[in-house]
């Protein structure tokens, strides 16, 4: 048991090429798994996609069960809310059958897995010019795509109605973005109380998500320099010592 814990452990922690080329793995099972979700999100559950479902569940619960195994802190890991994420997404498709399609909208939480993992950023960080340079936008861009997806299938689940259009997911990914954008056709909207609440809210939080994505583009949190003492390379914009040895780092302003 031993053995078995240590070589999990090395996959998902280590820095040899076998543990880097898994995390890239799941990263792949992570996007195949929002593409499933985000396609079966309307769609009535027969034996074969039920069968899919309870699968693709047990592969997520084995992933999250050897996380908290090997974690070092698993107070801290069970504190994480992708961590919450992927409770609620195997809970719904376990239960989602039994209630018909009503939990659907939960799966798509599974994006919060993407990039939010400590030794992923380390890779990408390593293997990935573009991510090191542009590592706020990125996780930006995919804050709002999962902001998007959730918002979307909570849409058509509980406010579109799947029996009056022929691409109910579009409408309501269509309704979503037009009104997180406050752009406000006009042509789908949500009449009632609960459908006007809910409108309010993902234009507050849409306009949250795209205001912290421009800053990550025009004025990331972070920049690029290194220390050349240590060789941490991002920054503070402000920042006079290098956060982790303390050295003094010059840091180039539009005035100098």
Known sequence: ???????????YNGHDPSGVRFRYALILFDAVTIVFFISTAHRHYGPMLELASRITGVLIL?????????AEDRRFLLGKIYT???ILVIVSLFL????????AFLRVLRGLRLIHSYHLLYDLRRDSRFFRTHEDAVIACINLFVFVMVVSATSLVFFIDGTATQTPFVDAMYFTVATLTTTGYGDITLSTPGGKMFSIFVMVGGVALFVRLAQAIFQ??????HCQKCGLSRHEPDAVHCKHCGDVVHIETKGH
């Open 220 to 225: 990331p949190q972070k920049v690029l320099c």
């Open 84 to 86: 919450w994420a992927d």
């Open 62 to 70: 084995l992933d999250l069960s050897a996380r908290i195994w090997v």
């Open 96 to 103: 989602d059958p039994l209630l018909e399609g009503n939990l």
């Open 1 to 11: 048991m031993d053995q078995l814990k240590q070589v999990v452990d090395r996959l």
